[in-house]
């Protein structure tokens, strides 16, 4: 469960390695969290120290409804509650899960070569993709899937027959939550996505390789987003832990 989490967190997030890996349970930001009082979570939000920035950037996680089983929400809240994770890094060395009496794992995190040996076995063993097959892997495939599933995602929602501003509008969102600023850049890590989308479709095999609409996952003016946290949530606002215990 715990790398099955990391994949997805790292997928919806667009997060590079040791992104991924840093991740604490205080990195979550709980007055941004969307709390429904019949359906639970819609959305959490979480703090991240990306690669070329100073300061922290706020990023969502969404839930999912139509695909449950690319639901970060649900999985990770699920891995929470099992592990017992409470305090420090959220996805602690697989050796160290489970030994602590009181939760905390502010020791250390899963280590990056750890997590680029596994992610390799998984692809090689559980996949039969390989290097032998002229194809790389290494820990910026789940950036590089991330694009497959935003590019899937808005063309679900458009087809082929949109205008023009439109893809501009969404590869302008795509590459921002990718943190993204060159377009050569979000070239090289989109690849042959709308080709593969294509090829899909016309093999008749779309509903084995479904994904949701895409949502952007940004925030650039954090105020605003809290002033809609602070309206329609003042009763309902929960840590990650209240939620889990339903209380």
């Not at 979550?28 to 100073?54: E, T, W, Y």
């Not at 997590?115 to 090689?124: A, E, H, I, R, S």
């Amino acid at each position: 469960l715990q790398k099955y989490v990391m994949i997805i967190l790292g997928i919806k997030l667009f997060l590079r390695a040791d992104e991924l890996n840093s991740l604490r349970v205080e990195s979550f930001d709980v007055s941004l969290f969307l709390v429904d009082r019949d359906r639970g979570p819609s959305a959490l939000c979480v703090k991240i120290q990306f690669k070329n920035d100073v300061t922290p950037y706020h990023m969502v996680i969404w839930a999912e409804s139509e695909y449950p089983k690319f639901c970060p929400v649900r999985h990770l809240l699920y891995y929470l509650w099992l592990s017992g994770v409470k305090k420090g890094y959220i996805f602690p060395p697989a050796k160290l899960l489970l030994h602590s009496v009181d939760g905390n794992y502010d020791a250390d995190h899963y280590a990056y070569d750890d997590w680029l040996d596994c992610l390799k076995g998984m692809l090689t063993k559980n996949l039969n993709r390989g290097d032998s097959n002229g194809e790389i892997y290494g820990t910026h495939v789940l950036r590089k899937t991330a694009y497959l599933f935003a590019i899937f995602g808005v063309l679900k929602m458009y087809g082929r027959i949109r205008p023009e501003e439109v893809d501009q509008i969404y590869m302008s969102s795509i590459m921002k939550s990718a943190r993204h600023s060159s377009i050569q850049n979000a070239i090289t890590y989109a690849k042959d996505a709308i080709t593969q989308y294509e090829w899909i479709s016309a093999a008749r095999t779309q509903h084995g390789n479904d994904v949701s609409c895409w949502k952007a996952i940004n925030i650039e003016s954090i105020g605003s987003y809290r002033a809609v946290c602070a309206q329609q949530q003042k009763r309902l606002q929960k840590d990650y832990l209240g939620l889990l215990n339903g209380t």
